[in-house]
């Protein structure tokens, strides 16, 4: 067992993961079964990974997110997992949300949705010393699950490494009516980081 209580060790993932997936083409067969399944063995190799599966749109091959769910400490655990990734047909496998464009997104936690345009982000510090302040329209109707699903869209507005290797402190307000001033939206906060 390693830190955290994972296994050091991609092996048994990868044995139980590759079969699997190679009986998987589209998001149809991604059944709830197999997701739950997914999430307890990667959990398994490391408590605190997370995953997300998409359809590549220009490729049509499905691809496995492994992700560090925003914890520095997990990168390393997250890169030697996909490094261990055996080449499975249909299927990519990357390492860290990648950075995507936020326009008209919106994520759902529990019984809360945040859309991209409910979320606007105060940017200040440089280089790998960024600091976010992200103000959520109606954050504090429900904190918790507002909150996870706003982080996610900043996430994957900046990507996950970009918010792991350079934002050293991220702050968390509430907002009603119009932007606060001195804030950008998600669709421009990777443009806004400074170097």
């Known amino acids: 067992m390693g830190l ?19 009986r998987r083409r589209g998001p149809e067969d991604l059944d709830a ?23 590549r749109p220009a490729t049509d091959e499905l691809e496995l997110v492994v992700s560090a769910d925003g914890r520095s400490s997990e990168v390393p655990r997250v890169e030697a997992l996909v490094a261990a990734a055996p080449d499975i047909p249909g299927w990519r496998v990357t390492a860290l949300r990648p950075a995507r464009d936020v326009a008209g997104t919106a994520v759902r936690v529990g019984d809360e949705t945040v859309a991209a345009d409910d979320v606007v982000v105060a940017v200040s510090g440089g280089g790998d010393a ?37 934002v050293v ?27």
């Open 169 to 195: 402190a991220f702050d968390w307000q509430s907002y009603g009516g119009a932007a606060p001033a001195g804030t950008v939206p998600l669709t421009r906060l990777r443009a806004a980081l400074p170097d």
């Open 130 to 166: 960024v600091v976010l302040t992200a103000w959520v329209r109606d954050l504090d109707r429900n904190v918790a699950d507002r909150m996870r699903a706003a982080h996610l869209l900043v996430e994957h507005a900046l990507g996950e490494r970009t918010l792991v290797e350079r």
């Open 4 to 22: 955290l209580g994972g296994r050091t060790d991609p092996t048994a993932f990868w044995a139980w993961f590759g079969p699997e997936a190679a």
């Open 33 to 55: 079964a197999f997701l739950a399944d997914l999430r307890s063995r990667l959990r398994t190799y490391g408590r605190r990974l997370d995953h997300e599966i998409g359809l």
